[in-house]
């Protein structure tokens, strides 16, 4: 670590300390029609992922899910594992009639490498085939597809020979992004790398709570930059083999990756709070923002990471930034623990199942800061666990006001995706986290969706936006 990119680092934390003075979301009241201020074409949709929704998959995650961690606690929440999910892959058709139900123009799926490529050199037609099929059922119903190419698994075979600490695994993913984007680009124009490196980094690799398991903050940062190498690869593959304008919109390809941005706020005002906070910050959101800008991978962490390294075919690899906005962490500092800070929520804040703040001023905050990188964005992933169903309609509410407010002064949004369309598997937390507009009766065996009251509101939202919510057809 070179002194003065430590001496920039701490003078940039406490320079910019771009949260607790950022612009608050004020003046509702005043808000602008959504109609007046968002793009034609403005995308509101949902997101799913494979693993998550589809049900029946054979990745390094199924494998995880039947472990325990030393101590003989199970990797998954009560020992849950995926199974069934939300059987989606017999059950596409009924997610896309709730798609139409809900008036959404798009879908942000992704598709399932261990699906499609179960061995090495083996290549499922049949699987491919459906996935196509899908694309096609989509857009005849006017939804545009948004494929996510890695949401977080990886085939066995990937994760045997080390996975994402392979660099092997780069030309792997770029192999398999080729064959994808030869068969899915008919039909596909917008396609999303992966989803939050950052955090699969973060829990993967620095934390150890999913796998592979490792804690070592160090081995976690090589691992985030070696991702931002495989973006780099995939959006060279994606844009080379899929020239088929699906929308007719003149671009054939519109490539980009979901980034997963939290607001780090100084718990204090003492100088340390706000030096990590400012670290941290750079590391998690910064970094992946400004590889596209710079076309280098630059990871800075004290003790921790110190990589600057020029990526070919890095800089200007994002037609857009696709961002995953939730919550808001208080850092505070902490010498003793790895990561040198421990985050809280604020005192007295509303909070989400899972206990994340429920903070609709971020999504402002995030669209005005990355507003100014020059990129469309998307927001990829916007929701919360709400077992009840009763406060999603305001957070969806107040989200949404937040995301327009950012538009109406200049942020280039162009659109929405809620997580998720419906309950599905929440990763290490199992099946209890409720993350959907519609609600998943697990115990039937049609894996019955039923709509929470959130529908309505996202309902009017598209009415308000001119898109139309059709009649649910009995598609199951
Ligand atoms: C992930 C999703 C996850 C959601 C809620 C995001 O970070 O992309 O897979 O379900 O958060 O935790």
């Known amino acids: 670590m070179s002194v003065s990119r430590l001496a920039k680092g701490v003078l940039s934390s406490l320079a910019s300390e771009p949260h607790p003075s950022a612009p608050r979301l004020s003046g509702l009241e005043t808000l602008p029609r959504p109609r007046d201020v968002l793009r034609p074409g403005f995308l509101l949709g949902a997101a799913t992922a494979s693993h998550q929704v589809e049900g029946g998959n054979d990745n390094d995650w199924s494998e995880w899910?039947?472990?325990?961690?030393?101590?003989?606690?199970?990797?998954?929440?009560?020992g849950q594992v995926s199974g069934a999910a939300c059987?989606?892959?017999?059950?596409?058709?009924d997610d896309v009639a709730l798609l139409r139900e809900l008036g959404a123009n798009a879908y942000r799926l992704s598709v399932e490498w261990s699906r499609l490529e179960p061995e090495e050199g083996a290549w499922n037609e049949?699987?491919?085939?459906r996935y196509l099929?899908?694309?096609?059922?989509?857009?005849?119903?006017?939804?545009?597809p948004m494929v996510t190419l890695n949401h977080f698994t990886l085939p066995r075979w990937v994760a045997a020979q080390g996975g994402w600490e392979n660099e092997r695994t780069v030309e792997w993913i770029a192999a398999f992004t080729r064959r994808v984007a030869r068969k899915l680009g008919g039909e596909v124009d917008l396609w999303c790398t992966l989803n939050e490196p950052n955090v699969l980094t973060t829990f993967g690799y620095m934390d150890g709570l999913w796998p592979p398991g490792v804690k070592d903050p160090k081995r976690g940062a090589q691992v985030l930059a070696r991702?931002?190498?495989a973006h780099a690869r995939m959006a060279a593959e994606l844009r080379e083999h899929d020239t088929v304008d699906a929308d007719g919109d003149g671009q054939a390809t519109r490539v980009g990756l979901s980034h997963h941005v939290r607001i780090f706020q100084p718990a204090t005002r003492s100088p340390l709070d706000r030096v990590l906070a400012g670290f941290t910050d750079r590391f998690f959101n910064q970094a992946v923002v400004e590889a596209n800008r710079t076309g280098r991978i630059q990871l800075y962490a004290p003790g921790v990471a110190d990589i600057d390294e020029e990526v070919p075919g890095l800089k200007g690899s994002y037609d857009y930034l696709g961002l995953n906005y939730y919550t808001r962490d208080m850092l505070h500092s902490d010498l003793r623990s790895p990561k040198l800070s421990r985050l809280t929520v604020a005192e007295g804040r509303p909070v989400n199942d899972l206990g994340w703040e429920l903070y609709p001023e971020g999504l402002y905050q995030v669209l005005m800061r990355y507003g100014r990188e020059g990129l469309p964005i998307y927001v990829t992933e916007n929701g919360m666990a709400d077992t009840s169903?009763?406060?999603?309609?305001?957070f969806l509410q107040r989200h949404f006001e937040a995301l327009v407010r950012?538009?109406?002064?200049g942020a280039d949004v162009r659109g929405y995706f809620h997580w998720s369309l419906m309950d599905n598997f929440e990763w290490a937390e199992g099946y209890e986290p409720r993350f959907g507009l519609y609600r998943v009766d697990y115990s039937s065996p049609e894996k019955r969706r039923e709509p929470t009251p959130a529908v309505a509101t996202f309902q009017a939202l598209?009415?308000?936006l001119g898109l139309e919510p059709r009649a649910r057809t009995d598609a199951a």
Do not use: C, V, Y
């Open 133 to 144: 099929e899908g694309m096609r059922l989509l857009r005849a119903q006017g939804i545009q």
């Open 126 to 129: 049949a699987a491919a085939d």
């Open 406 to 409: 950012a538009a109406s002064e």
């Open 65 to 78: 899910e039947k472990g325990s961690f030393p101590d003989g606690t199970p990797h998954i929440k009560e």
């Open 462 to 464: 598209a009415r308000d």
């Open 87 to 93: 059987d989606s892959w017999n059950r596409f058709a």
């Open 389 to 394: 169903g009763e406060r999603r309609p305001d």
């Open 227 to 229: 991702m931002l190498r």
